[in-house]
């Protein structure tokens, strides 16, 4: 073999290893990406402890990660689980402080465990964000009503 005809082959075989070991970086990130729209899936079909259990699983490989947090929090908050709910409702929200729906759902988990004054704070905290926000308007006008402020 000349020494040109190596020298191709040789950058050929490198480039290959090269893409190879590409492909094997992308693929451990698209894994976690299809795990966590499966989470999304279940979540969003009203299988809250499967996707709990997964979403549990995805945390130590992801972790401080926003949706992650906010999505887990949503997750127990819908299988009454408040405590765990503002664990990582809050969590979300020291991620990504400005986030107004994070803070209106911690408001809301917070309000149903019967901690009305932080859940207060959270809400004028929301919409201190997003004062046009109609979820987080109505929300606090809600909770105004049953806190007996109004």
């Known amino acids: 073999m000349s020494g040109k005809a190596w020298w191709r082959r040789a950058i050929r075989c ?32 009203g299988q809250y402890a499967e996707a709990a259990a997964q979403l549990e699983a ?15 929090g949503l997750t127990y908050s819908s299988l009454s689980q408040d405590s765990k709910a503002i664990e990582h409702l809050e969590a ?10 994070a803070r209106t759902n911690l408001a ?20 201190d964000l997003e004062p046009r926000d109609y979820t987080a308007n109505h929300n606090l006008g809600e909770f105004y009503i049953q806190s007996g402020k109004i």
């Open 58 to 72: 995805l945390l130590p490989r992801v972790p401080n990660n926003f949706e992650i947090e906010e999505l887990l």
């Open 92 to 101: 979300a929200v020291r991620l990504k402080p400005g986030s107004a729906s």
């Open 108 to 127: 809301a988990s917070l309000s149903h465990s019967g901690a009305t004054e932080l859940a207060g704070v959270q809400f004028r905290k929301a919409l």
């Open 14 to 45: 490198s480039v290959f290893a090269w893409s190879v070991f590409a492909i094997a970086e992308v693929n451990p990130q698209q894994k976690l990406e299809r795990q966590f729209q499966s989470a999304v899936a279940q979540y969003n079909s």
